[in-house]
């Protein structure tokens, strides 16, 4: 997963997206909550299939979408911030934790993430801004929260490069936007 290219395309599509300066940091901190709640309920709707659970379900195909609007949500705050966002790697590993572990971890990873944000919110807002506040625990969310993401893609076999890609284009094309990734580049 390239996250350069990622971030190269964000700023590209933010700049043709209607109303784009209205996202403030706020925002973009509840898009990624918002994301990620979407990513878990997938999760969930895959493993009732898997399961043979009544109720609504979902392909490893719906995973991957959600999982790719996680990653460009990550990348969308991390542009706010001014920040880098680092692959993780796969150093340690999910081990033999399920599917529903690795998303309830990922979804407290971003809980920790909101917390940061809103701390980070309120110095702004108590502190004369100097642009050198530490993002320290901002930074190490977004990366643990993009390795359970990395963690739960490898588990279900989803290539993550392909499904970042593929939805970018998908929300692309629904809104009209001329911004596209090849989608082989951000493997």
């Known amino acids: 997963m390239d996250l350069q290219k990622l971030r190269a395309a964000n700023v590209a599509r933010q700049a043709e997206w209607g109303g784009n300066e209205q996202a403030d940091l706020e925002f973009r901190a509840l898009e990624v909550a918002d994301e990620t709640g979407e990513l878990c309920g997938a999760v969930k709707k895959l493993v009732r299939a898997q399961r043979g659970i009544t109720g609504s379900t979902l392909s490893v195909g719906d995973v991957a979408d959600e999982m790719g609007d996680v ?14 966002l680092p692959w993780p790697g796969m150093t340690g590993s999910g081990g033999t934790a399920s599917e529903i572990n690795m998303a309830l971890r990922l979804d407290a990873v971003v ?32 990366r643990r929260a993009i390795f359970w993401v990395a963690q739960l893609a490898a588990r279900l076999s989803i290539d993550l490069g392909q499904a ?10 629904k809104y009209g936007l001329r911004t596209t990734m090849p989608e082989t580049a951000a493997a």
């Open 111 to 142: 809980g920790d993430l909101s917390d940061a944000v809103i701390a980070h919110i309120a110095d702004l807002e108590t502190t004369s801004s100097t642009g050198q506040q530490d993002l320290g625990d901002i930074w190490e969310s977004m």
């Open 164 to 173: 970042v890609a593929a939805k970018f284009n998908k929300t692309s094309i």
């Open 71 to 84: 990653l460009i949500s990550i990348d969308l705050l991390a542009s706010q911030l001014d920040l880098a």
